[in-house]
C-alpha cells in the first residue's frame, strides 16, 4: 500500500481506526485546520537550529531577559 499525502485519505481513515464517525462539515473545519496550520509546522520541522548555543541553565520559571 502507498503512503498518502492527501488530507482527504488520511483523516477518515485515521478517524475510522480509532471508531470516530464525523459528517462532512466536521471533516471540512479539520481540512481547514490541517491546511492552515499544517505548513507553518512543517516550516519549524524544517528549521535548522544547529547554530543556535543553548542557554545555559535556563530559569523556565521567569520570561527571558530583554536582548
Sequence with gaps: MEASDSTDDFI???LAAFGVEADEIEL???????????????ELLALD??????EPAP???QAPPPR
Design 12 to 14: 477518515p481513515a485515521a
Design 28 to 42: 471540512a473545519v479539520m481540512r481547514a485546520a490541517q491546511e492552515t496550520f499544517w505548513p507553518p509546522i512543517l
Design 49 to 54: 537550529t544547529g547554530a543556535v548555543t543553548a
Design 59 to 61: 530559569d523556565l520559571s
